[in-house]
């Protein structure tokens, strides 16, 4: 009888049947297995076999609920036959019908081949029908226990993966309300920038007119720009908090106004005056479609993280190259270098190198405008220490 646990398990998980009826007689004795059948195959589907590689043979293509084997036969006997059977449906419940009565081979035996059970010679037709009902019941309840562990299985991989997803989903919701915040943050910093913008605006009209010192006038001129690129940044972080995408405007430009954009505003911050550059920029570049502004504060990004990683005095590399037909803007420093479990957020938001020191919206951005540019941004590791960024972007295409 089914645990009744059980049987409301199977009930509530809908298992059904798995039980198929089909009984595998196996004699060498012909009316031993006419007699066994008369009697079996009014409640069951009966299959004959005279010898146990015949009997294998059938079991391989047959769908069993239980085998019936005579113990004494030539070529193999029960016990060996529910041996290899074992092999390939473990599942079935094996009868063994023997003379003998021998209690250490019998339990070597159960031991070796798991018989279900041994019936003495001479038995009664319903010793057998007893027998066969209650291998039948147990074979069913094996099956019905394997069918809900694989079931239950599944379900909880389900709720795992439904887990994971409503963490990603709750992540995510967490993300847009603290960018929603950042881009609140933003706005109300570009207009204090916007109302500073006037004020330079005219100290730059006011120095113009009175023919100051040439580097003085620079000065306030690269300090513009510097907060101009500094409106444009706050301004996308904004917009990108409201709905999600960036506003770019491509145009055909040249990579070598990239980098000298983005050294003109890196050299406002006495830091980088503090650090050899080393600027390579290689010859016969071709044009990339692009959005200069954002490009430029990509590429600023990079080289303000940079300086920060190296040591004062020592040098950072800023480079626009050609490579595997990509045009690649490259910023390497020399220092400590980016962890493995680092990279793999890096680029996320909220996530920074800087541990407290930052807001972890740099890199973020960065990213996000090398992808509306359908670009790839990575990190690297020199060989000599210190880490590598790229910017990858396919050039434009040449005018036809």
Not at 33 to 38: A, H, P, Q
Request: neutral net charge; proline residues 4%.
């Amino acid at each position: 009888m089914l645990d009744e646990g059980l049987r409301s398990l199977i009930a509530l998980h809908g298992v059904g049947e798995t039980r198929t009826g089909g009984i595998l007689i196996v004699d060498d004795e012909k009316p031993n297995l006419t007699v066994l059948r008369n009697f079996l195959e009014a409640g069951y589907r009966v299959y004959e076999a005279q010898a146990g590689n015949e009997a294998l043979a059938i079991a391989r293509t047959t769908a069993l609920d239980v085998i019936i084997a005579d113990q004494r036969m030539p070529e193999m006997t029960g016990v060996e036959l529910l041996e290899k059977l074992r092999d390939f449906k473990p599942d079935v419940a094996g009868i063994i019908l023997t003379g003998y009565t021998d209690p250490p081979a019998l339990i070597s035996a159960i031991n070796r081949a798991r018989v279900f059970r041994f019936l003495k010679k001479p038995w009664q037709p319903d010793d057998i029908l007893e027998a066969v009902r209650q291998a039948s019941e147990h074979v069913y309840q094996t099956r019905a226990i394997q069918r809900l562990v694989a079931l239950l299985a599944k379900r909880t991989d389900e709720l795992d993966a439904s887990l994971v997803q409503i963490r990603r989903t709750q992540s995510h919701l967490l993300h847009l309300e603290r960018l929603g915040t950042m881009g609140k943050l933003a706005a109300g910093v570009v207009h204090d920038l916007r109302n500073l913008m006037v004020s330079l605006g005219y100290v730059e009209s006011v120095l113009q007119q009175r023919s100051v010192a040439p580097d003085v006038l620079e000065s306030v001129q690269v300090g513009m720009q510097g907060v101009g690129n500094l409106i444009h940044t706050l301004e996308a972080m904004h917009q990108f908090a409201r709905g999600g995408i960036l506003n770019i405007q491509k145009s055909i430009l040249q990579p070598s106004l990239v980098v000298h954009d983005a050294l003109a505003i890196a050299r406002m911050d006495m830091g980088f005056r503090a650090h050899k550059v080393a600027v390579n920029i290689e010859e016969g570049l071709p044009p990339v479609h692009g959005d200069r502004q954002k490009l430029t504060q990509v590429l600023v990004n990079l080289v303000r993280n940079a300086v920060q990683a190296t040591a004062q005095w020592r040098q950072i590399g800023v480079e626009a190259s050609r490579k595997n037909g990509h045009v690649v803007f490259a910023v390497e420093d020399e220092g400590p270098g980016v962890s493995p479990d680092m990279k793999e957020n890096l680029f996320k938001p909220f996530v920074s190198s800087k541990g407290e020191g930052g807001m972890g919206m740099g890199l973020y951005m960065a990213k996000l405008i090398v992808d509306s540019h359908q670009g790839e941004i990575a990190v690297l590791d020199r060989p000599q220490g210190g880490a590598r960024f790229e910017v990858r972007l396919q050039p434009a295409e040449e005018p036809r």
